[in-house]
């Protein structure tokens, strides 16, 4: 049965919690409407590490969406697809290198409204695979110090985590 006294400590608790949901709307960028009518992509990515400290972006070609625009190799994650095994499977489609599931830190991951899609993609780190990464797609691809990583426009998702990026590969360099 439900009491006034029990009744007091729901209330407090239903306000916080829609306290949570309109930070969440906030930091976002939400709206009710926007959020009832929009499709979540998940999307598996990683920053290749080589021995000197340089991560690996591509460039998304023409004819795509937010073509020119320098980023993380990965793609979607299909339907029942574990993220790290689509990640290692869009690994290989695309830059034709191997990597073990096992070899994927996770680094953190971005949260996006972009036009007509929501993303989120979780960022891993690797340092180690097998193959010379190569365009199999015809993209372009550089090997990008992370002070240099400004000058390589990045999809909006993407920006929140360079600091994070940075940081990661300040940290180990000075491990
Ligand atoms: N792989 C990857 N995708 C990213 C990054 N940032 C970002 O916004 N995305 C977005 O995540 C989606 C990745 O989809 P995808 O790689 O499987 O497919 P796609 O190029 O054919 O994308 P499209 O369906 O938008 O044309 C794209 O909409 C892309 O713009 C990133 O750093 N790496």
């Known amino acids: 049965m439900v009491t006034s006294r029990s009744m007091a400590t729901i209330v407090p608790k239903q306000d916080q919690f829609y306290d949570f949901g ?8 939400l709206t009710l409407e926007r959020v009832g009518r929009m499709r979540l992509v998940l999307v598996a990515a990683a920053a290749l590490i080589d021995g000197n400290g340089a991560v690996l972006l591509a460039q998304r070609p023409e ?25 290692c499977r869009e690994l290989f489609e695309e830059l034709g290198v191997d990597v073990a599931p096992a070899d994927l830190e996770p680094l953190g991951f971005a949260s996006h409204t972009y ?12 340092r180690t695979w097998q193959g010379q990464p ?35 590969l300040f940290q180990s360099q000075n491990a």
Request: charged share 20%; aromatic share 10%.
């Open 22 to 29: 309109r930070q969440i709307f906030k930091t976002y960028g």
């Open 63 to 87: 004819g795509k969406s937010l073509a020119g625009l320098w980023e993380f190799p990965g793609g979607k994650i299909e339907a029942g697809e574990r993220p790290e095994s689509a990640l």
């Open 115 to 126: 036009e007509n899609f929501h993303l989120l993609m979780p960022l891993w780190t690797t």
């Open 134 to 168: 190569r365009g199999r797609e015809g993209q372009a691809l550089a090997w990008v110090q992370p002070e240099a990583l400004q000058d390589y426009p990045m999809p909006a998702a993407d920006l929140p985590l360079i600091p994070v990026l940075s940081s990661h």
